[in-house]
């Protein structure tokens, strides 16, 4: 099984996570609050996160995690919704404020 490396800023904590589980496996991996979800389902916008390296390793946008980040005012940049996001390979990500 392939393991890809999630960086997630401003703590730095590296995660290995097997390649494409959800963001939301990170909870399991370590016990600090890194990312905070919510509803899990792309619909609070609690877990909102700028990546900063590995966009491609995310997966695409689907149409409704697109339209809920620009409701948010996060449509333009590297917004993702880290509920919606599978790991395909090295990415490095930063909590929205």
Known sequence: MAFNKLTVLPQG???LLPNGS?????EYETPQRLISFGCRSGACGACVV????????LGEKDLDELDFLEDLGRG????RLACQCR????ATVRAAD
Do not use: F, H, M
């Open 13 to 15: 904590v590296e995660i």
């Open 22 to 26: 959800p963001l939301t496996d990170i």
């Open 50 to 57: 700028e990546v900063v390296e590995g966009l491609d390793s």
């Open 76 to 79: 333009d940049g590297n917004y």
């Open 87 to 90: 790991l395909w390979g090295e």
